[in-house]
């Protein structure tokens, strides 16, 4: 799977489901992800939109794409493939796939 | 050694020491100066996600406890390893991959997926399956021959039994 929901070896099945109940909404994951963004870019929030094409219009290098996908990983327990970064075009991608993860 | 068979052996040694020269460069070229490639390999073995034993570590890399503690004891003073102990039983003690880890781990691992992608690109579907069987093949008979010379066995005696074939 290109893009999964971490899981602890300690969580059981009910736990499971209750982390999986708890997927972000597209506005939280939209609102993290431009935090993020404009932290590791020095640019205002506002400078982005769901059709921002990442690597077209951000001058984002390869170490700060990474930054951006550890951190990502982290804050909403994921795990993110090598895969699923290739498919990514738009801040719209990111956040489809971080809102399809937490519903899987 | 027919001529096609010496350039492949020659080739294939180049690929051997070029692959490792050029890590190395690109390492102490970039965002990861202070680490060695052999610390790079034990991040690679810890990997990016659940915490791992030393054993389990040590197993994947074929080397010692031993030296896993020593090289682990660097990458923890250097920030890109953290131990901590399992919340049920605290006698065993897990190794991760800090932020600074990961994102090292994600650079080699980008380095490798170049690479392939540049073998691959030119190739038809049938010319890779063919390509990706070779190398499997290829990895399988250095493993054994790894396993030969690492099982004890007497050096002198493997080096007769081979340049008898």
């Keep these: 799977m290109a893009?999964?929901?971490k899981k602890t070896s300690d969580m059981n099945e009910n736990e499971e489901k209750s982390a999986s109940a708890k997927a972000p909404s597209r506005e939280v994951v939209f609102d993290t992800l431009t935090d993020m963004l404009s932290e590791l870019l020095d640019m205002k929030k506002s400078d982005f939109a769901e059709d921002t094409?990442?690597?077209?219009?951000?001058p984002l290098d390869s170490l700060q794409l990474y930054e951006l996908v550890?951190?990502?990983?982290?804050?909403?327990e994921l795990q993110i493939s090598d895969e699923a970064?290739?498919?990514?075009?738009?801040i719209g991608d990111v956040v489809n796939m971080i809102c399809d993860?937490?519903?899987n | 050694m027919e001529p096609l068979e010496k350039d492949f052996a020659e080739s294939l040694l180049s690929i051997f020491d070029n692959v490792l020269l050029t890590e190395e460069m690109a390492l102490s070229k970039g965002y990861f100066s202070d680490l060695s490639i052999a610390e790079l390999h034990t991040i690679n073995a810890i990997g990016p996600y659940e915490a791992r034993t030393m054993t389990e570590t040590a197993n994947i890399l074929g080397i010692t406890i031993g030296t896993l503690t020593v090289a682990v004891d660097r990458l923890v003073k250097k920030k890109y390893v953290e131990r901590q102990r399992d919340t049920k039983d605290r006698r065993i003690v897990r190794i991760s991959l800090t932020r600074q880890?990961?994102?090292?781990?994600?650079?080699?691992s980008k380095f490798h997926r170049v690479l392939a992608k540049r073998i691959f690109d030119p190739l038809s579907e049938e010319e890779r399956k063919i390509l990706t069987k070779t190398i499997e093949e290829i990895d399988t008979f250095v493993k054994e021959q790894y396993k030969k010379y690492s099982s004890g066995e007497q050096y002198k005696k493997i080096v007769r039994d081979d340049t008898e074939v």
């Design chain 1, 3 to 5: 893009v999964s929901k």
């Design chain 1, 53 to 58: 094409m990442i690597f077209e219009e951000l």
């Design chain 1, 70 to 76: 550890v951190d990502l990983e982290e804050r909403f």
């Design chain 1, 85 to 90: 970064i290739e498919k990514i075009r738009s």
């Design chain 1, 101 to 103: 993860a937490g519903n």
């Design chain 2, 101 to 108: 880890g990961k994102l090292a781990y994600r650079m080699h």
